[in-house]
């Protein structure tokens, strides 16, 4: 059975910073980042292939968020610089072995997720 823990999440100013981390014990090949707020559909924020070589941003966070692995260790991080209000969701991390297929990751592309971890951005 996969479990995937995300942590990190909490309330932080507008312009600050957070790392977001995803631990799995799945042995992670295509992995992403998508958040919700409610009312709305989940949409992915940063996806990575197995080494790095395929990355998606929303064009959102393009030059603010930056999806890194630790492969060994078998976590994903996702750090989050100039954030604002418009960032303010449940974060989840997921996890699946191919590629996604568009563009855009939706989440039908990813079979195992995380919990979610909560980012509150303040004023």
């Known amino acids: 059975q996969v479990h995937m823990v995300e942590s990190g999440g909490g309330p932080v100013q507008a312009g600050g910073s957070l790392r977001l981390s995803c631990t799995s014990n799945?042995?992670?090949?295509?992995m992403s980042w998508f958040r919700q707020v409610p009312g709305k559909e989940r949409e992915a924020v940063a996806a990575?292939?197995?080494?790095?070589?395929?990355?998606y941003y929303a064009d959102s966070v393009k030059g603010r968020f930056n999806i890194s692995r630790d492969v060994a260790k078998k976590i994903v991080y996702l750090q989050m610089n100039s954030l604002n209000s418009e960032d303010n969701a449940m974060y989840y991390c997921?996890?699946?072995?191919?590629?996604?297929?568009?563009?855009?990751?939706?989440?039908?592309?990813?079979?195992?997720w995380g919990q979610g971890t909560q980012v509150t951005v303040s004023k």
């Open positions: 997921a996890a699946g072995p191919t590629r996604w297929q568009s563009v855009a990751p939706v989440p039908a592309d990813f079979p195992y």
């Open positions: 799945y042995k992670s090949n295509y």
């Open positions: 990575s292939s197995p080494v790095g070589t395929v990355i």
